[in-house]
Nanobody
Framework: QVQLVESGGGLVQIGGSLRLSCAASGFTFRTYSMAWYRQAPGKERELVASHNSPLGRTKYVDSVKGRFTISRDNGNNTLYLQMNSLKPEDTAVYYC????????????WGQGTQVTVSS
C-alpha cells in the first residue's frame, strides 16, 4: 500500500526558509521520478519541482527556480524540498507523489503539509 507522509510545513515570514520532507513507503521509491506539488486555496494542484532517479535531473516551475531545491535520499525513501526566500504566493498545501517522469502520480495522496508565508 502506497503511503506518502509530508512534514515540515509551518508559518514563516516573507524571505524565510522551510525544509519539507516526504516519507514514502509501499513502492520502490528509488526507481521513480518524484515530485513536490502544491495547491493554494481556490487553485488547482500544480507540480513545482521534480527529481528524476537515478539520473538525478531536477526540474522546477519558473516561479520557484533559484529559490527551491528538491533532493532525495533513496536509502531512506525520503524526498525533500528546501524552500528559501519564501513569498506570500508560495502559501499552499504541499504534497509529494510520483511526477516529472513517465508515470502519473499515485491516486492515493498524503495529507500534505501547510506552508503559510506572511508579512
Amino acid at each position: 500500500q502506497v503511503q506518502l507522509v509530508e512534514s515540515g510545513g509551518g508559518l514563516v515570514q516573507i524571505g524565510g526558509s522551510l525544509r519539507l520532507s516526504c516519507a514514502a513507503s509501499g513502492f520502490t521509491f528509488r526507481t521513480y521520478s518524484m515530485a513536490w506539488y502544491r495547491q493554494a486555496p481556490g487553485k488547482e494542484r500544480e507540480l513545482v519541482a521534480s527529481h528524476n532517479s537515478p539520473l538525478g535531473r531536477t526540474k522546477y516551475v519558473d516561479s520557484v527556480k533559484g529559490r527551491f531545491t528538491i533532493s532525495r535520499d533513496n536509502g531512506n525513501n525520503t524526498l525533500y524540498l528546501q524552500m528559501n526566500s519564501l513569498k506570500p504566493e508560495d502559501t499552499a498545501v504541499y504534497y509529494c507523489n510520483r511526477g516529472g517522469g513517465s508515470f502519473a502520480p499515485y491516486a492515493s495522496w498524503g495529507q500534505g503539509t501547510q506552508v503559510t508565508v506572511s508579512s
